[in-house]
């Protein structure tokens, strides 16, 4: 995947970031899937440490819906949920401990 700049990355983080719990949007990346060439988007979005995990399905469906108004009819989106409350916490632990 590479990353690109530009006034579509610049919608994407703004959109996100009116979605409620959305701290931030560290990551926004462009792709195309190897075997259709479909469009892929990845968006790493911050979260509170303290939201359940059902709060944090609930802002990753919130972040697709305002993508899907904004990438290529068709693409496929990704959203990274961060929910660490340092960076050395990985967010897989705090994901697993909470679906535990």
Known sequence: MTTTGGDATEG??????????????????????????????????????????????????????ALARLVPQGAKVHVEPDVAADQATPTESIVILGME
């Not at 792709?31 to 709060?55: I, S």
């Open 12 to 65: 994407i983080v703004q959109a996100v970031e009116r979605v409620r719990h959305v701290r931030s949007v560290p990551l926004v990346r462009y792709a195309h899937e190897d075997a259709t060439g479909r469009p892929v988007v990845v968006v790493r979005v911050g979260l509170p440490p303290h939201l359940a995990l059902t709060e944090v399905v609930t802002v990753i469906a919130h972040v697709q819906l």
